[in-house]
């Protein structure tokens, strides 16, 4: 199998593959979205969550199976809906349906903010720095509107720009991009902003509600709280109109503190 | 609620509150461990999954609601069951029940390893990163052996000694450390030894199987490869028997290839 998996070669110039999930599930307008602003650029495959999985972060599915089922959602293009998490669907993509790795994977776009803190928690940048450490370039996008109608034209044009750059040239080799775009019409968007990821953090408040049995329950609620002043952040980048750029990575050795660690820790 | 959540002040030398949680379920003989391991070195207050969590990463529930219900497991020691993730059990624990940030946060000890990658799918790590970013200093603990039955006498030595300096004193605001302690007897184990994170990753080969009804599922399966050499790396410690302690942070940027971008990217 580890053969199979192995990048389409250089020398035969096929044409690219493009595996596109997301965390919201396959029948989100979001996805669709994304499907149309990329076509021409390659052969275009879709592997997603059957029902939404937000939030999900870099769950995967152990105790349970998976199914995929072969669904007609988008027109013209293969489309699997998965039982799963959006990490397994870039697994059980790769392994199960493309039988090779994809020249880029695309995720979202998601319907809400992905920025700062929101990257370890979200569904849908997992799928993309999955894809990552199976060093497959890829970008997840999330768009700053939750509404079911939100307007996609700025994300779209903004994807095609940095697929097709993407594509064009081998950047890294675990390339893996979270984008976000602003709530502005696409005429106002400043352009793309390469940025670091805010310091911020949610202030929770889990909503109390007795059951008919007169038991307690809880929903999670919180207050997106920015503590980072910075203006090379994707926060200040969003608030100012421009679409951010983090590249994400997945060594998350905290290295400072490792060296000050080395000097100060009682070891037996 | 957000006075409430302060940490507790210094001028009066109260207990330190520890809160101890994990991803293989409250009933989970690793936990145990790891509560019987810091007795006497303040207030130990339990939050834990009613069922095994493992592999889900950072998630959280939001599509559901929550439940905690007060259980008696361990003796002498406030636990609760919680009916959500690792994550969840974190932030419900400081909103809910201890109504104020906890003095140190402990996850595990897991049944299994967490080193190099495993860190991303853990949900015995997500929750300790996930009181990191509460500012709530954090050690999460994996032992190498999933059998039930496992000796933990190893684990509970250094869980100790590392919770002993942690209280002790203020290390870095956003401490978070990933410690997994070799499969050998106590005797044998090196000690504390600080490490990165090594580059290695999962082969998946998904095992396939047919329902009753002649329909196919999967399982996900996969085997372990180490692609890094380095002697610096947690899997090299452990082969070592050493316990690996890998600081471990929520910035996820990658700067390297930011800088790069910044240079080469279309913007527009």
Known sequence: MAKAKKAAGTKTKEEPVILITNDDGITAPGIKALVESVK???????VAPDKPQSGMGHAI??????????????EGV?????????????KLAVDKILHRKPDICLSGVNHGANHSINVIYSGTMSAALEAAIESIPSIGFSLLDYSVEADFTGAQHYARLLVQQVLG????????????????????LKGLKVCRQAYAKYEEEFAERKDPHNKTYYWLTGEFVNFDKGKDTDV?????NYVSVVPVQFDLTYYKLKDKLEQSLITK
């Open 78 to 90: 293969e489309a699997w809906a998965c039982s799963g998490t959006p990490v397994d669907c870039v």
């Open 169 to 188: 040239k081998k950047i890294d080799k675990h390339l893996c991009l979270n984008v976000n775009i602003p709530l502005a019409p696409k005429e106002l």
């Open 40 to 46: 021409g650029l390659g052969k275009i495959v879709v």
């Open 236 to 240: 200040w980048a969003l608030k100012n």
């Open 61 to 74: 599915t152990i105790g349970y199976p998976l199914r995929l089922q072969q669904v007609s959602v988008f």
